[in-house]
């Protein structure tokens, strides 16, 4: 099979990452995707640092005997913790991380605080913090760490009453009206979009999903490795835990009709 033929490789703690791998299919849907969601030991973002790093080499190593020509990390977490890792440890394929969408948000909006929503250690990462000194100009940057969201939307939650409660009560002391732009800095949040919109207006919440995408195609441009393929590629999807239910609902995710 030629280089440009193999898959693109995307992995996520969980079923997250198939918002970013929904985006990839959109404009490159003649290439082959392999995603491997490590459900198993979900959630990432409330382990340790080289507890995340271990699982990450781990899940990566698996994709790479897949053998694919270029690498997502569709993890937040992951990607704060163990990227720059995983580019020294495969050197030759080309690798690309998610960050927080805080540029386009602050760039939405001249005023307004901007609320971040994110795993606990995505918050805690460097370089999560030399984000917002880069991007933030000057603007009041509200971190959230959301333990327990990545949960609901394991178990196929996306809307309802339990996860109204449980977004309510995270912005119970923030002035809605205040807030100019939320930021959803975890694969997995856009697919609770629709019940926080009930919330903040739905103009105001930017993941960084598109982005990922976009780079990836600039990543596969610049190495003359798009698949020239007229037809549909193939998708593969794998889960650590095995279970038919999760890789039902990553087929769902993949078809759920999101803004």
Known sequence: MK????????????????SVLREACKILPNENYIYFGDSKNAPYGTRSDNE?????????????????KALVVACNTATSVAIN?????????????????????????????????????????????????????????????CPGLVEF????????EDLHKFLMNKYKDINI??????????????FIKKELSKIIDENKIFDGSKGTANQLKHLLED????????????????????????????INLLNLNIK
């Open 3 to 18: 280089t440009n033929d193999l898959p693109i490789g995307f992995f996520d703690s969980g079923v997250g990452g198939i």
């Open 52 to 68: 995340i790093k271990d699982l990450t080499l781990k899940a990566i190593d698996f994709l790479v005997n897949k053998k694919v």
């Open 85 to 145: 890792t995983l580019r020294d440890t495969y050197r030759d394929l080309p690798i690309v991380g998610i960050e927080p969408a805080v540029k386009p948000a602050v760039e939405f909006t001249n005023s307004g605080s901007i609320v971040i929503m994110a795993t606990p250690m995505t918050l805690k990462m460097r370089k999560f913090n030399e984000l917002i000194t880069t991007y933030s100009e000057g603007r009041e940057i509200i971190p959230m760490p």
């Open 223 to 250: 190495r003359h490795l798009l698949n020239n393929s007229s037809t549909t590629g193939n998708i593969e999807i794998i889960n650590s835990l095995n279970d038919n239910y999760l890789n039902e609902l990553c």
């Open 177 to 190: 009206d205040d807030v100019g732009a939320v930021v959803l800095g975890c694969t997995h949040y856009p």
């Open 153 to 160: 939307i394991e178990k196929g939650i996306f809307e309802g």
